[in-house]
């Protein structure tokens, strides 16, 4: 079994900063692409940022320049630095991973979500 954990979420002000964390856990062998979506109320979920086991990034054009994805892929672990958070980055944040698990094939997990609400 496979689970992601994500912590970091919050209430901060416009212009302020948080850091996302999500680390994948349980009977992994390998981690291959991870990445973070976000879905306010009323909207659909989408991608946020991802990042390769290689380290290659991508990211909504809303959010490039403000957010930086990383991991460590030794603790299997993804990261989401934002800065200069505006009230429409509010949303619920999840983490979805692509994990090859042992006895098991290639598939994309999901964590269950942190809260960002930036407001004043």
């Known amino acids: 079994q496979v689970q992601l954990v994500e912590s970091g979420g919050g209430l901060v002000q416009p212009g302020g900063s948080l850091r996302l964390s999500c680390a994948a856990s349980?009977?992994?062998?390998?981690?291959?692409?991870m990445g973070w979506y976000r879905q306010a109320p009323g909207n659909k979920r989408e991608l946020v940022a991802a990042i390769t086991s290689g380290g290659s990034t991508n990211y909504a054009d809303s959010v490039k320049g403000r957010f930086t994805i990383s991991r460590d892929n030794a603790k299997n672990t993804v990261y989401l630095q934002m800065n200069s958070l505006k009230p429409e980055d509010t949303a619920v944040y999840y983490c979805?991973?692509?994990?090859?698990?042992?006895?098991?094939?290639?598939?994309?997990?999901w964590g269950q979500g942190t809260q960002v609400t930036v407001s004043s």
């Open positions: 979805k991973a692509y994990v090859l698990a042992t006895m098991k094939s290639w598939d994309h997990y």
């Open positions: 349980g009977s992994i062998f390998s981690v291959s692409s």
